[in-house]
């Protein structure tokens, strides 16, 4: 009988260490599989617009005409697009709702995955590879075979998470030549590489501060861009004094929204009195720059006050705003009017969807248009708190914030927030709002920094003195020719 006590406690002896270092090891896989997990987990939120129509002037020089309704610009559903950046990646997508699955699905590389939401529906799609997740004004499941899609007013997110990158997978939505632009800023030198998904190739050279548009067609075909050198891809309508603004915030070279430097596509025509155009937001004192990214001149130059902003209408095709202090940029319509280019003295429209993201305990400055309905959802993927000006609020998992309020407001958040910006003209109160298409950004991904070095911008020689150089060899010549040709006589 003791023999076997002693056996026994031997045994325990041997035993229990092993166990205990079994246990530990466990514990230890555990935890890293399920951070591994919690972090290929990559959340996109989103709401469908409710009011999906326009209304014009009878007589765009009378605003006392009376409205009538704009024949086919009514839509009662849009389209949820999730484009494969990686093979093997599982996408689910919910109604936030009721909670409901609403599509599954595991595409590669590429492949795309269409989901359609009615009007007023709040949707979230999850993947466990990151993806290119795409709203679309379009209200069915593409056949295959469509000539016609919205391009949206954007910029991408690349395979990894930025908005400055080497690679990057997006979708070409062309609805025709003049809106089907698609644009590469190259941060830095680089060789570029557009693959189409059936295999054809285009290769680009770009030097630093430079870009390229491209034509990227059929529609609804998905495309990887491959940069030996930092890029940033925009796709949408060049603005102009003829068109119908739609908003978008610029993301910043560094990462996120909130940053000091900004690169985007710009115009040379703006209309002199129409309420849109670019706009700075600011939390701390700071001095603005501007860049004519085609001449390499500083066009402005203006100081910001704290919790203000600057609108400017940058005559330049692309642009480069930097500063000594973070800010936003965004570009939009204040939703007055007045126009002096287009139908009429007041056939002015801006609407539009846009995206921004927060970080935790970063102070970010937005503006929402004025003379518009505006509707701000501020999302969340866990419970976080969220200071809007000076009030705090709460925002559960899977839930938002409504922001309606118009002008200036800080956002401080101590979680990763993603914020949906709708607006729409407020005349006639019965106004509906149009939109092409938007990516929406990962919420997970909103704290990601890019690795860029910034180009310095070399100031060029303005214009102005480039013409009078020009002016001035004309005449020496003229008068040589004439000194010259008296001489002859």
């Known amino acids: ?42 959340t996109y939120y989103g709401y469908v617009p409710a009011k999906m129509w326009q209304y014009n002037l009878v007589d765009d020089n009378d605003l006392n005409s009376g409205w009538t309704f704009e024949s086919g610009s009514a839509s009662s559903a849009g389209l949820v697009v999730a484009v494969g950046m990686r093979d093997n990646t599982h996408v689910k997508v919910y109604s936030l709702d009721n909670g409901s699955l609403v599509s599954e699905a595991v595409i ?50 690349s395979t990894s998470g930025t908005y400055a990158d080497k690679e990057f997978i997006l979708l070409a939505t062309a609805g025709d030549f ?28 770009l030097k630093a501060n430079s870009w390229k548009t491209l034509m990227l067609l059929p529609p609804l075909a998905a495309f990887k861009v491959e940069s030996t050198g930092n890029i940033m891809i925009q796709s949408g309508s060049l603005p102009d004094a003829w068109g119908e603004p739609q908003t978008f915030f610029v993301p910043s070279v560094e990462g996120g929204f909130v940053g000091k430097t900004f690169y985007s596509w710009s115009t040379t ?63 939009l319509h204040n939703g007055s009017l007045e126009n002096i280019n287009g139908r009429g003295m007041y056939s002015a429209y801006g609407s539009g969807v846009s995206y921004f993201g927060v970080k935790p305990s970063e102070e ?18 866990e419970e976080t708190e969220i200071t809007l000006d000076s009030e705090v609020y709460t925002i559960g998992a899977d839930s938002y914030h409504l922001l309606t309020q118009p002008g200036t407001h800080l956002i401080r958040s101590n979680k990763n927030v993603v914020v949906e910006v709708l607006n729409w003209p407020s005349t ?25 070095k910034i180009t310095p911008l070399e100031a060029g020689i303005p214009i102005m003195y480039i013409l009078m150089g020009v002016a001035t060899a004309a005449a020496a010549i003229i008068m040589f020719l004439f000194v010259k040709s008296r001489s002859k006589k």
Not at 125 to 140: E, F, I, K
Not at 179 to 198: C, G, H, K, M, N
Not at 290 to 301: A, M, P, R, S, Y
Not at 313 to 330: E, F, W
């Open 428 to 452: 006639p109160e019965y106004q509906g709002l149009q939109y092409d298409g938007v990516q929406i950004p990962s919420i997970q991904t909103v704290s990601t920094v890019s690795n860029v």
């Open 269 to 331: 025509s703006w209309d002199a009195t129409e309420s849109y155009g670019f706009r700075v937001s600011a939390a701390e004192d700071t001095t603005v720059t501007v860049w004519n990214l085609e001449t390499k001149e500083i066009i402005l130059k203006a100081e910001v006050k704290a919790n203000s902003g600057l609108g400017f209408k940058p005559k330049a095709p692309a642009i480069v705003v930097q500063s000594d202090r973070p800010i936003t940029l965004a570009y």
């Open 108 to 157: 590669n590389g590429l492949e795309k995955h269409y989901t359609v939401f009615r009007n007023g529906s709040f949707f979230k799609v999850v993947t466990d590879q990151l993806a290119c997740v795409l709203l679309l004004d379009y209200g069915s499941v593409p056949f295959g075979n469509e000539s016609n899609m919205p391009t949206p007013k954007t910029f991408y997110q």
């Open 1 to 42: 009988m003791l023999q076997i006590r002693q056996n026994v406690k031997n045994l325990l002896e041997f035993t229990a260490p092993v166990f205990l270092v079994f246990c530990s090891f466990s514990f230890v896989w555990y935890s890293n599989v399920s951070k591994s997990l919690a972090q290929q987990e990559y």
């Open 364 to 381: 970010t400055s937005i503006y929402l248009p004025v003379d518009s309905f505006v509707e701000a959802y501020i999302f969340s993927n």
């Open 178 to 205: 003049i809106s089907a632009q698609y644009t590469i800023f190259a941060l830095e030198d680089a060789e570029i590489t557009v693959t189409r998904e059936d295999g054809q190739k285009w290769e680009y050279t």
